[in-house]
């Protein structure tokens, strides 16, 4: 089940709100973590039991490791949790990469298993183990309530695809919240923000993108291509960060606050800034739980470089199970690199647009690695880009001009400029100011809503590229 869908938005969501907004104090908790359950399995009735077991795991070893605080088997439980957490992940997403690489490197033709990815199961691994280490290092107290745990874990919001939360954001909010009118106003204007993102933007930009990505790389010109790569730049945007607003506009009409995960990354003006902008709570994660136990930036140049490799190359393989994620990944750890080493002090005196440009440029590269999922066609489609197939075609021009209100659109949503009229207008003294910006706040969220639905009714093409993942 997907945001973006009649069954979520006219079934479940009204029928679960009403169910949660009726129930008093503690009955909400299970009231979330039934409905959480219910919408997890109506896609994978199955993995509930995988995603229970890794609850119940992180559950006793919590509590392993609280009773035994201070001594040395309380390591062992940490340990437990994140052995069993790293092999449930690797054998559901992996198995079959690491069968390939056997087969060959010996020659022998072992089957594959080709197991469906349980859907969410990146997001969900990451939280349970935050909390276990958390636990261990003292800065989450233990839970108690299975109940509780539960809720944290199977979060229905954030659960498919983030933003990763960590239980000591929301274990405050996890006993007597009290969502008011005005937090659940707050949650529907950003839900709806969401859903525009998504379906208005995303989905219409992604047919452009699937449109090229079926087409002949060798004979494909410079303009399509780079037209294309476009394309998917902004597809997988407004469909992760549409989500990430859906999810955190949900929390908030449940009475949570999740932590943003996007902050207009294409304005970045080197390739670190930009990281610090997208699925910050992913960055955030590996920066807490892995490149600073490793050592960080704290044992000199060497060691820190190995850092940002290891880091990275674990990020483009939480990523998937393929080979293309892990160059992408490897190639962001390049450029940090080299942004660490002179880059970032020569970006930092050019101005401020030219770093963007490369920015731009280097994402774009990177989302080529990330979208096609064979060398052959990486390295076809990159010759593409450098004009092998020619400059222009006809078929650019006709693509580029039916698609350019769209595209002008999407940049501009991309940017603060909209989010920074919203704010000079409620800011604004003057009562044509604040006139404009009382309508734009009920009417604009309502007009996208509505648009959106019929977006829905109407389309074909709603994919949602995280599911993946």
Same mark, same amino acid.
């Given at each position: 089940?997907v945001?973006?869908?009649?069954? %979520?938005?006219?079934?479940f ?25 219910v ?30 605080r ?22 559901f ?5 690491l069968?390939?690489?056997?087969n ?7 089957p ?22 958390d636990?261990?290092?003292g ?49 529907c204007?950003?839900f ?18 699937a ?26 945007y ?8 859906m ?48 050592g ?20 483009g393989?939480?990523h ?7 160059l ?13 080493? %002179? ?17 731009? %440029? ?10 096609l ?10 010759g ?14 006709f ?5 350019m209100?769209?595209?002008?659109? *999407? ?35 309502? *007009? ?22």
């Amino acid at each position: 089940m997907v945001f973006s869908s009649v069954l %979520f938005l006219f079934r479940f969501l009204p029928i679960f709100m009403i169910c949660y907004y009726l129930a008093p104090g503690r009955v909400k908790n299970f009231i979330l973590f039934l409905g959480s359950l219910v919408f997890y399995a109506w896609g994978e009735p199955v993995y509930v039991l995988l995603m229970l077991f890794s609850t119940l795991v992180d559950y006793c070893n919590g509590r392993l490791i609280e009773a035994n605080r201070g001594k040395a088997r309380a390591k062992v439980f940490l340990i437990s949790s994140i052995v069993i957490n790293l092999l449930v992940l690797c054998f559901f997403k992996y198995a079959d990469l690491l069968v390939q690489a056997v087969n060959t490197l010996t020659g022998t033709g072992i089957p594959l298993l080709h197991l469906p990815l349980p859907i969410g199961i990146s997001f969900y691994t990451f939280q349970t183990m935050s909390y276990t280490i958390d636990v261990y290092r003292g800065e989450a107290k233990v839970q108690k309530s299975i109940l509780d745990f539960g809720v944290f874990v199977t979060m229905f919001p954030q659960l498919i695809a983030g933003p990763i939360v960590k239980y000591r954001d929301v274990e405050d909010r996890l006993h007597g919240r009290r969502p008011d009118i005005l937090q659940i106003s707050r949650g529907c204007r950003r839900f709806c923000v969401g859903l525009a993102k998504k379906v208005l933007l995303a989905n219409n930009i992604g047919q452009l993108w699937a449109e090229i990505s079926a087409m002949n790389f060798l004979e494909m010109s410079m303009l399509t291509a780079w037209l294309g790569v476009t394309a998917f730049a902004f597809q997988i945007y407004f469909d992760f960060s549409g989500y990430s607003d859906m999810a955190i506009g949900l929390g908030e009409m449940l009475g949570f606050h999740f932590p943003e995960n996007f902050n207009h990354p294409y304005i970045s003006a080197s390739v670190t800034e930009f990281w610090r902008r997208w699925h910050i709570s992913l960055g955030s994660w590996f920066r807490e739980y892995v490149y600073i136990p490793l050592g960080g930036n704290r044992k000199g140049r060497p060691r820190q470089i190995l850092n940002i490799l290891i880091v990275w190359m674990l990020t483009g393989i939480w990523h998937g199970a393929g080979w293309n994620f892990l160059l992408w990944g490897l190639w962001f750890a390049v450029l940090l690199v080299l942004e660490k080493l %002179f880059l970032g002090k020569l970006l930092s005196w050019l101005p401020r647009g030219i770093g963007i440009l490369y920015t731009l %440029f280097a994402v774009w590269l990177g989302w080529v690695l990330f979208s096609l999922d064979s060398p052959e066609n990486i390295l076809r489609f990159a010759g593409a880009m450098a004009g092998c197939g020619g400059v222009w075609d006809q078929k650019a021009l006709f693509l580029g001009s039916e698609h350019m209100v769209l595209l002008c659109v *999407a940049a501009l949503a991309a940017t603060p400029l909209p989010e920074g009229l919203a704010k000079r207008l409620e800011k604004s003294t003057t009562g044509m100011g604040m006139a404009l910006y009382r309508l734009g706040e009920k009417v604009i969220p309502t *007009a996208l809503l509505l648009l959106s639905i019929a977006g829905i009714v109407e389309a074909s093409y709603n994919p949602f590229l995280y599911f993946r993942f």
